[in-house]
């Protein structure tokens, strides 16, 4: 499956049927691109989330992506916009705490180094935000000034948790 399919399932409502004939509904919260494993929240009602679940790609029998003329038939999924339900998504993610303070020649030259560490990494696909300064990385990565580990934003958590630890010597050095 296309990553730019896969991202485009982030949000939307899902009925998962597993090998044990037990069925998962909520709203699909990640999908490793290369496993094709699932993060699925089950809500609770439209708002709160209840729990959310990890399904191996190699238990899933059927995967069926749900519509607004299924809301009654499925209430542990939320059929609000994309946007609301990535809100709720945001809140389960850790919060910016990064506690330093950097001049703006100091970003720069962070910025610099960081864009050299990477491209020794032989990290793909990367390029600077003209506006907001920020180091891109395919189309879900991104790290923002002052380029902290907390500056990291990532809306798939395989590949956050995965480039952390890439950058880890980056961070652990500067």
Known sequence: MDVNKIIELITIPVE????????????????????????????????????????????????????????????????????????????????????????????????????KFLEVKKIQQVKVDPDSQAILIAKNFCINPPYEVDDIVCSMPHILKRMKSVLEPFYQSH
């Not at 290369?34 to 609770?44: G, H, L, P, Q, Y």
């Not at 238990?59 to 709720?88: M, Q, R």
């Open 16 to 115: 998962i049927e597993l090998e044990n004939k037990t069925k998962v509904v909520g709203n699909v919260f990640s999908i490793d691109p290369e496993t094709f494993n699932v993060i699925v929240a089950v809500f609770k009602n439209e708002d709160e989330i209840e729990s959310i679940e990890f399904i191996p790609k190699m238990t899933i029998i059927e995967f069926k992506v749900l519509n607004k003329d299924d809301i009654l038939e499925y209430p542990k999924a939320c059929f609000k916009n994309k946007e609301f339900v990535n809100n709720l998504f945001e809140k389960l993610l850790p919060k910016k705490s990064s506690t330093k303070k950097f001049c703006k020649t100091d970003v720069i030259e962070r910025q610099k180094e960081l864009l």
